[in-house]
C-alpha cells in the first residue's frame, strides 16, 4: 500500500529564510510525487512533481524537491521564504504502476512567516 | 483556460438532511474526481470517473453518498442523509486521462465547505 508522512504538522520560518518542507514515501511500485499547496480558501495548486525523470525537480514560485530513493525521501525546498509562501503544503503520492490516477495525501504541513 | 468550477461553495445544514455538489470539469477533461477533506487532514479519493463511468468508489459510503457523471461532464456529488462526521470540504478535480503507466496533473476546484449541525 502506498502512503506518505509529512514529518512537521507546522513549520515557522523567518521572510528571507530557507524552507525546508519534510516527506517520507512509501509505494510498492515505482512512485509518481507530487507537491500541492492550498491557500485559505482557496484550491489545490500543483507546486511541482516527479514521474521518473530528473531526480531533481524544479516548480512553481522557486519551490524545488529531491528524489531520494535510497532515503525514501521527498523533500521540498525553497532558498528563501516569501510571506506569501505562508499556506498549507500537501506531499501526495499516486501508484504509476496501477490502473489509476488515484492521489494518496499526507496530512498537511502548515507553514507560517514570519515578517 | 477556465479552471474546475464547483458550487456552492458553503453549504450548512442539518443532520438527516440530503444535499447535493456540483462540479464542471475542465473541459476536455476525461477523468473527474471528488475527495473529501476534513479538518487537519489530507484529502481522500472518494470516487473516480473515466468519462461518464466508474473507475474508483472503493472509499465511497455508499449507503449515504452517490455521485453521477451523466454525459461525461458535469457531476453531482449527493449525501443523503448527512451525518455530522460528513462535516468538510468536498473538493473536485480533473485531469485529461488517468491510465496505467500515465501519470496525469489533477487540477482542483476551489471546494465546498458543508457543515452539519
Known amino acids: 500500500a502506498q502512503s506518505v508522512t509529512q514529518l512537521d504538522s507546522h513549520v515557522s520560518v523567518s521572510e528571507g529564510t530557507p524552507v525546508l518542507l519534510r516527506c517520507n514515501y512509501s509505494?510498492?511500485?515505482?512512485?509518481?510525487l507530487f507537491w500541492y499547496v492550498q491557500h485559505p480558501n482557496k484550491g489545490l495548486q500543483l507546486l511541482l512533481k516527479y514521474t521518473s525523470a530528473a531526480t531533481l525537480v524544479k516548480g512553481i514560485n522557486g519551490f524545488e524537491a529531491e528524489f531520494k530513493k535510497s532515503e525514501t525521501s521527498f523533500h521540498l525546498t525553497k532558498p528563501s521564504a516569501h510571506m506569501s509562501d505562508a499556506a498549507e503544503y500537501f506531499c501526495?503520492?499516486?501508484?504509476?504502476?496501477?490502473?489509476?490516477?488515484?492521489?494518496?495525501f499526507g496530512t498537511g504541513t502548515l507553514l507560517a512567516v514570519q515578517p | 483556460e477556465a479552471g474546475v468550477a464547483q458550487s456552492p461553495r458553503y453549504k450548512i445544514i442539518e443532520k438527516r438532511q440530503s444535499v447535493a455538489f456540483w462540479c464542471n470539469p475542465i473541459?476536455?477533461?476525461?477523468?473527474l474526481y471528488w475527495y473529501q477533506q476534513i479538518l487537519g487532514q489530507g484529502p481522500k479519493l472518494l470516487i473516480q470517473?473515466?468519462?461518464?463511468?466508474?473507475?474508483?468508489d472503493s472509499q465511497l459510503p455508499k449507503d449515504r453518498f452517490s455521485a453521477e457523471r451523466l454525459k461525461g461532464v458535469d457531476s453531482t456529488l449527493k449525501i443523503q442523509p448527512a451525518k455530522l462526521e460528513d462535516s468538510a470540504v468536498y473538493l473536485c478535480?480533473?485531469?485529461?486521462?488517468?491510465?496505467?503507466?500515465?501519470?496525469?496533473?489533477?487540477?482542483f476546484g476551489p471546494g465546498t465547505r458543508l457543515t452539519v449541525l
Open positions: 478535480a480533473s485531469s485529461l486521462v488517468a491510465a496505467r503507466g500515465i501519470t496525469d496533473t489533477q487540477y
Open positions: 509505494s510498492s511500485y515505482s512512485p509518481s
Open positions: 501526495v503520492v499516486s501508484d504509476r504502476g496501477g490502473a489509476t490516477n488515484k492521489l494518496i
Open positions: 470517473f473515466q468519462n461518464n463511468g466508474v473507475v474508483d
Open positions: 473541459s476536455g477533461h476525461a477523468t
